[in-house]
């Protein structure tokens, strides 16, 4: 029967006729081949895109793999399926790997348990491998807080005190995440934790410090003077001489002239107190779904979202001098000069001293990022959201319909989308030349759309991804 239904959707048949069978057979569905290869494969494949959709609409789990670790993406790509290949990417749609070990780590992610199931069963895959951070599956499933993907890589024998790049076991994600069932079944197959627990600047951004600017000395990651210097610079400060010492006579406990990850971790806050947030830019059109996206990323990551259009939207509403000044030129669409914009900025980030902050919408011009990067530090990382310029007016002029802002209207939106424009390129290529890696989404999908390409990077917060 299943092969039948196989056979079916390669031909082409109605989506009329494949719901009939799917009401008549649910399991149909699910069904695989003797190359797993799964419904939707097939009609991928074959460049069926009415099937297509209606398999995505009804659940089908988009990524899943075949035998050769191939997904759905693959096989519409290889047989130049452009407008399956489109909507493919557009729902999230994955290249696969021919990698189980990958693949595994893949359905992790998208806590796809019956693809872990399905892979754990059909043959031998390394437990302990892992992504670029060392994060093995059950790293991973612990940390997105996935208890039945959690107990299946337990019960298959998966080293539950395993570490990754920074030390952290899997019971460490867990507990960051605050996902009790997790933490549970990991101490019941013995899970122990790496390190230890963290004040509220966050165990995964100190890590990220030290693993960044320290080097391994002795099989041990450490940071000596200049180390300590360099990431100090790093983060924005401008250290003396006498300042790194005085770190050093308060954290450097063994006198060695080493500071270890642990004297580290445990005076983190000396070293961080006062200093300027650690900035992760996001660029983009006006319409592109900044906002959404820090709020979900400030929700889920632990960060600080500053909004440039907040910020400036505040200072209007306290009707200062200067919140005069900036209603007026936010009403013609025109853009804030670099100094108000970095004298604002500077102002709200010295409220975070150490945490990663999300500039939404800051910088808008070369400007902008030469200043910001003079007073406050080389930004991480930059997200880059892009669509068409069709796209941006419509959303600014749904917004507009819904009684959002005063600068939500037509005349307004193509002016403030020709001044995106107008300096956007160059703001880039200055982050380009500043050697600022660069993150491109493609934002004319849905929230979630964009969600799942940040996912496909790994984890995001961390300051060790390259692009």
Known sequence: MGCGFLHQIALGVSTKEIEQLMTEVPSLFNFRD????????????????????????????????????????DDANRYKHTEVVRYLKQ?????????????L????????????????????????SSDYDRRTPLHIAASEGNSEIVELLCEKGANVNA?????????DGAIIGNHVDCKQLLEKFGGLRGSSSMSSFGQEAVLDLIHTYGKMRNGLLSMDWHDVHDMLIGIGEKPTGECVRKLFEVADADRNGIITTD??????????SGRPARIILVVGGPGSGKGVLCERLAKECGVVHLSSGELLRNEIQQRTELGKQV????????????????????????????????LDGFPRSRE????????????ELALHLTCDDTVLLERIMKRGKSGGRADDNFQTGIQRVRNYHKYHNMTIDFLKEENVPIVYLDCSTTADGVWDQLKSIGRLMRSTVRF
């Open 163 to 171: 570490k990754d790049k920074w030390g952290a076991r899997p019971i």
């Open 263 to 272: 004297e580290f971790l445990s005076h983190h806050e000396t070293f961080l």
């Open 91 to 103: 729902k999230g749609g994955k290249f696969g790997s021919s990698s189980l070990s990958l693949n």
């Open 327 to 358: 209603e007026e030129i936010v009403k013609n669409g025109e853009l804030v000069s670099s100094a108000i914009m970095v004298t604002l900025m500077q102002k709200r980030m010295k409220d975070h001293p150490g945490k990663r902050v999300l």
């Open 34 to 73: 003797y190359d797993r290869r799964t419904p939707l494969h097939i009609a991928a494949s074959e460049g069926h895109l009415d099937i297509v959709k209606l398999f995505v609409e009804k659940g089908a789990k988009i990524n899943r793999s075949d035998r050769r670790g191939h997904a759905p993406l």
């Open 368 to 379: 902008n990022a030469k200043d910001l990067m003079t007073l406050c530090g080389k930004p």
């Open 105 to 128: 780590i893949s359905a992790c992610i998208e806590g796809d348990v019956e693809e872990v199931r399905s892979l754990l069963d059909y043959g031998k895959i390394d437990l302990l």
